[in-house]
């Protein structure tokens, strides 16, 4: 039994850019667990929000790579991390997850979604990002995105611009489905100005409005809110989703900020519990943490699986598209593959 890892910077084909930051570079550490001549993988997407680098990652990997010692004994693998850090460094413990589900999954010969028995129904069509930036710039994402049969936009805002920003992308694209993203940057007066041309322009849902620890805030909003509300940055763990229902119409699912595809499954399952919709989400990934996710976007209401799409370099192949449609993985295990 083996866990070993490398570490590649992937780049975005543009600068990506959200209301904290603008990037082009993302680290990212691929894990491999071998055991019984079967391997099996994941993907560390660290995210500064959550208290992660691409330099954590490589500190905290050889602390807890031992605590993956089976690749079937996933509640005691969960419990073993646990026991090491308790707190943080959930990129890593999802690579680690990851990549003994894939394992089980190879031992088993079938997809990862077969072996936990999850939905075979087809996947939510995935929204396309535009990512913030000059207005100009923002519109020529927008209609090239829609010129590609793109069905679903999820625009970034975050700025003094966002009402003009949210008009002209409704002007390039007047046939998507508009979602959009604050990241947490609104204020409350300024969320509330906007909910009327959130509302004029059609949007589908709100995500993350206000900062992420304001739940009282996103309760009053909601209340005027005639489009879902969707929490993201207010969820770090699982045991947060019963304290968001009463802020938030859905939450945002990602494997690298919970833990691992088994503890956002856990998440997805307590959301339904408390009448939440469910969105699939990612970071900046390759196709292998895509494919992690899309293996649970049967049960989900929205996908945001965009990520590998917005490389210049996925070191993965196998992921299908057509626009916005992503098939389910074929194959075993993630069903994806190393260029």
């Not at 993203?181 to 322009?201: E, I, M, S």
């Not at 956002?264 to 390759?286: F, K, N, P």
């Amino acid at each position: 039994m083996t866990v070993r890892w490398e570490t590649l910077d992937l780049h975005t084909a543009q600068p990506f850019g959200i209301a904290r930051w603008t990037h082009s570079t993302y680290p990212r550490t691929f894990v491999t667990f071998e055991q019984g001549g079967l391997t099996g993988r994941g993907e560390a997407a660290p995210n500064a929000f959550y208290g992660e680098t691409g330099a954590t990652v490589e500190a905290v990997l050889p602390l807890l790579a031992d605590a993956l010692t089976d690749g079937w004994d996933w509640d005691g693998l969960h419990e073993r991390l646990l026991a090491r850090m308790p707190l943080g460094h959930p990129s890593v413990k999802c690579a680690l997850e990851m990549a003994a589900a894939e394992w089980a999954a190879r031992a088993a010969g079938v997809p990862v979604w077969r072996l936990l028995g999850l939905s075979p129904s087809p996947l939510p069509e995935s929204s396309f990002t535009v990512s913030l930036g000059p207005l100009e710039d923002m519109r020529r994402q927008a209609r090239e995105a829609a010129a590609r049969g793109q069905g679903v936009l999820k625009v970034k805002l975050g700025t003094a611009q966002d009402e003009q920003i949210v008009e002209a992308l409704r002007e390039e694209a007047p046939d998507v489905a508009l979602r959009v993203d604050a990241n947490a940057a609104w204020t409350r007066p300024q969320a509330k100005r906007l909910l009327a041309v959130l509302a004029v322009a059609r949007v589908e849902l709100v995500e993350q409005p206000l900062a992420a620890g304001d739940l009282e805030g996103h309760a009053e909003l909601r209340r005027l809110a005639r489009v879902p509300l969707v929490a993201d940055e207010s969820l770090h763990h699982v045991s947060d989703v019963p304290a968001l229902a009463e802020a938030f119409d859905g939450v945002n699912l990602k494997l690298a900020k919970l833990g691992g595809p088994l503890q956002a499954l856990r998440a997805l399952r307590l959301a339904r519990a408390h009448r939440m919709q469910v969105m699939i989400g990612c970071m900046i990934e390759s196709s292998l943490g895509i494919a992690a996710a899309a293996h649970l976007a049967g049960l989900c209401d929205w996908a945001d699986l965009d990520g590998a799409l917005l490389l210049a370099d996925d070191p993965f192949t196998g992921l299908s598209w057509t626009a916005g449609r992503l098939e389910r993985p074929a194959g075993t295990g993630w069903g994806v593959e190393r260029r």
